[in-house]
């Protein structure tokens, strides 16, 4: 006898011993917000100097690299060169880890690299008429020195803290939210097992998730204060009196939700099986309602679901706009959910750090609507009272409520219609469901059609109106009375109708050219016409 598969609903009730929440790598800008328009570079003259000259920005350039040669010296630093195509944690990482075996902060190496950064140029306007020249500057991207500091931070462990040596003297700092919890778990005596990026086990679930919500946009301010008390810098503690220094915002930010099951030998199965059931995560309808925002146009990039392979490791990236939300199996033990906000508009978020706190929260939204998702299209088995309650006519309430017969052409498009996620959790109303509905259907489809079918739904119980609003959502029994419908349809009486003709498997189409023999055989022996 076969054995039903497992499905995410089998392994998400019952079987996951931990369910964390926890931002992962964070990705953040430094800037100095009042030296980002070329009028702004007269700062120098709180150094004493009239005239911006391109001179003195190129002197504290200069400066700058003797500082940070001093500094590798000094402390006896190792000093790398990145080639073009270094993978430059890889080539760190012998280095953090050398410091993190010994049990020590600090500094692990310094990496030289020649990158393109947007940085100020400058021009020399020289009077026909003789006299002093004048100076312009504007952005420009440019091929300059950058300096990455990789550090073993007491709060973060590895991170680094990269330095443009141009002006305006743009920065970056990465962090790791995993490592940090992993710290103060340790801190706080919470007993844990680790995986590579995330946790396998733990004591005390609960006050793990609780340190992971511990990252706060003023824990990385202190980290960043802290190494730029340590660290060589072009700005120097009189700029900052001035009112010249780095303010921080959000360039890349990883919310991730890990679930680690009790039976990792279901992970694997479980996991691919899921991947079959979701390859159109990525359509339209269902990312703006994953990410929670509503696009009116197309973004460049489209809405597109992908699935990398990186040896036997599979990621299902769903992409939207410029985020994108990436699950995969973590060392074959937990089921891992990402959210990679690469833009915090996308999810109606200012940049700057401190709304950090609001785009975890918004990121833990994405990572559950994903979870939705996958629930309700494996979640469509229905027991035979239900869907003869459906599709037969019934009496509600001493009202008759119309039949929604399987197959009828009108129905199926109004499930194909609902089955769209924006309608399950977004809501909707009788215009905009008609458009979906007629777009399947193929034919007209009158406002009046509309009403009745709704009529028909709700006295079904399928979908329920909000108050004092014309808006209508899917309740659970009609997300999966919908979803049974387009299932059953698309994934199993199409393909077996057409399953006589290839490209239908070999053993199939030779069991259905037996079972055609035999219903011949019968109308032959009843002396009926073929």
Same mark, same amino acid.
Not at 53 to 63: D, V, W
Not at 264 to 276: D, G, K, M
Not at 381 to 409: H, K, M, Q
């Given at each position: 006898?076969?054995?039903?598969?497992?499905?995410?609903?089998?392994?998400?009730?019952?079987?996951?011993?931990?369910?964390?929440?926890?931002?992962?790598?964070?990705?953040?800008?430094?800037?100095?917000?009042?030296?980002?328009?070329?009028?702004?570079?007269?700062?120098?003259?709180?150094?004493?100097?009239?005239?911006?000259?391109?001179?003195?920005?190129?002197?504290?350039?200069?400066?700058?690299?003797?500082?940070?040669?001093?500094?590798?010296?000094?402390?006896?630093?190792?000093?790398?060169?990145?080639?073009?195509?270094?993978?430059?944690?890889?080539?760190?990482?012998?280095?953090?880890?050398?410091?993190?075996?010994?049990?020590?902060?600090?500094?692990?190496?310094? @990496?030289?690299?020649?990158?393109?950064?947007?940085?100020?140029?400058?021009?020399?306007?020289?009077?026909?008429? @003789?006299?002093?020249?004048?100076?312009?500057?504007?952005?420009?991207?440019?091929?300059?020195?950058?300096?990455?500091?990789?550090?073993?931070?007491?709060?973060?462990?590895?991170?680094?803290?990269?330095?443009?040596?141009?002006?305006?003297?743009?920065?970056?700092?990465?962090?790791?939210?995993?490592?940090?919890?992993?710290?103060?778990?340790?801190?706080?005596?919470?007993?844990?097992?680790?995986?590579?990026? @995330?946790?396998?086990?733990?004591?005390?679930?609960?006050?793990?998730?609780?340190?992971?919500?511990?990252?706060?946009?003023?824990?990385?301010?202190?980290?960043?204060?802290?190494?730029?008390?340590?660290?060589?810098?072009?700005?120097?503690?009189?700029?900052?009196?001035?009112?010249?220094?780095?303010?921080?915002?959000?360039?890349?930010?990883?919310?991730?939700?890990?679930?680690?099951?009790?039976?990792?030998?279901?992970?694997?199965?479980?996991?691919?099986?899921?991947?079959?059931?979701?390859?159109?995560?990525?359509?339209?309808?269902?990312?703006?309602?994953?990410?929670?925002?509503?696009?009116?146009?197309?973004?460049? @990039?489209?809405?597109?679901?992908?699935?990398?392979?990186?040896?036997?490791?599979?990621?299902?990236?769903?992409?939207?706009?410029?985020?994108?939300?990436?699950?995969?199996?973590?060392?074959?033990?937990?089921?891992?959910?990402?959210?990679?906000?690469?833009?915090?508009?996308?999810?109606?978020?200012?940049?700057?750090?401190?709304?950090?706190?609001?785009?975890?929260?918004?990121?833990?939204?994405?990572?559950?609507?994903?979870?939705?998702?996958?629930?309700?299209?494996?979640?469509?088995?229905?027991?035979?009272?239900?869907?003869?309650?459906?599709?037969?006519?019934?009496?509600?309430?001493?009202?008759?409520?119309?039949?929604?017969?399987?197959?009828?052409?009108?129905?199926?498009?109004?499930?194909?219609?609902?089955?769209?996620?924006?309608?399950?959790?977004?809501?909707?109303?009788?215009?905009?469901?008609?458009?979906?509905?007629?777009?399947?259907?193929?034919?007209?489809?009158?406002?009046?059609?509309?009403?009745?079918?709704?009529?028909?739904?709700?006295?079904?119980?399928?979908?329920?109106?909000?108050?004092?609003?014309?808006?209508?959502?899917?309740?659970?029994?009609?997300?999966?009375?919908?979803?049974?419908?387009?299932?059953?349809?698309?994934?199993?009486?199409?393909?077996?109708?057409?399953?006589?003709?290839?490209?239908?498997?070999?053993?199939?189409?030779?069991?259905?050219?037996?079972?055609?023999?035999?219903?011949?055989?019968?109308?032959?022996?009843?002396?009926?016409?073929?």
């Amino acid at each position: 006898m076969a054995q039903r598969p497992v499905t995410v609903n089998d392994i998400l009730d019952g079987h996951v011993t931990l369910d964390l929440e926890c931002l992962d790598r964070v990705y953040l800008n430094g800037y100095v917000p009042n030296l980002q328009v070329g009028g702004q570079v007269n700062f120098l003259t709180h150094r004493g100097f009239p005239i911006p000259s391109p001179a003195l920005l190129e002197k504290n350039g200069i400066r700058f690299r003797r500082d940070v040669e001093r500094f590798a010296e000094t402390n006896g630093i190792p000093w790398v060169r990145f080639g073009k195509r270094d993978r430059k944690l890889a080539v760190m990482r012998p280095h953090l880890d050398r410091l993190a075996r010994a049990g020590r902060t600090g500094v692990a190496a310094i @990496g030289v690299a020649q990158e393109f950064q947007r940085v100020f140029t400058a021009t020399t306007h020289r009077p026909e008429g @003789g006299g002093a020249p004048h100076f312009g500057y504007a952005k420009a991207d440019r091929k300059v020195t950058a300096y990455y500091f990789y550090v073993v931070d007491e709060a973060f462990g590895p991170a680094f803290v990269k330095i443009c040596a141009y002006f305006p003297y743009p920065i970056k700092i990465w962090l790791n939210g995993h490592e940090h919890a992993k710290r103060a778990a340790t801190r706080a005596g919470i007993g844990f097992t680790a995986l590579a990026n @995330g946790f396998a086990a733990t004591d005390d679930p609960a006050g793990l998730q609780e340190i992971c919500r511990t990252l706060r946009p003023g824990t990385i301010r202190v980290f960043c204060e802290r190494w730029w008390s340590r660290l060589p810098l072009p700005l120097t503690p009189a700029d900052r009196a001035a009112g010249y220094w780095w303010d921080i915002s959000m360039r890349q930010v990883e919310v991730s939700r890990t679930l680690v099951f009790d039976a990792p030998r279901h992970t694997r199965a479980f996991f691919e099986a899921l991947l079959v059931d979701n390859l159109d995560v990525g359509r339209p309808e269902e990312m703006q309602i994953v990410f929670g925002r509503r696009v009116r146009t197309d973004p460049p @990039g489209g809405y597109r679901t992908r699935l990398l392979r990186s040896g036997d490791q599979v990621t299902l990236n769903a992409f939207f706009r410029h985020s994108r939300v990436k699950c995969y199996l973590k060392e074959g033990r937990a089921f891992r959910i990402e959210t990679v906000v690469n833009d915090p508009g996308d999810l109606g978020v200012a940049r700057r750090l401190e709304h950090l706190d609001e785009l975890f929260a918004r990121g833990r939204d994405v990572n559950r609507r994903m979870v939705d998702t996958f629930r309700v299209g494996q979640g469509c088995v229905l027991a035979s009272p239900a869907f003869e309650r459906v599709a037969r006519p019934t009496v509600e309430d001493g009202r008759r409520a119309p039949a929604l017969r399987f197959g009828d052409p009108r129905v199926m498009a109004l499930a194909g219609a609902l089955c769209a996620c924006i309608h399950a959790v977004g809501g909707f109303t009788n215009r905009s469901l008609r458009a979906h509905v007629a777009a399947l259907l193929g034919t007209d489809y009158t406002q009046a059609q509309m009403s009745y079918d709704l009529r028909r739904l709700r006295m079904k119980g399928l979908i329920r109106r909000l108050d004092h609003a014309n808006t209508y959502v899917l309740t659970p029994d009609g997300q999966r009375v919908t979803v049974f419908y387009v299932k059953v349809h698309d994934r199993l009486l199409r393909p077996l109708i057409a399953a006589n003709s290839p490209p239908a498997p070999l053993p199939l189409r030779q069991a259905l050219r037996v079972v055609e023999r035999h219903v011949e055989d019968y109308i032959a022996e009843a002396r009926m016409a073929a």
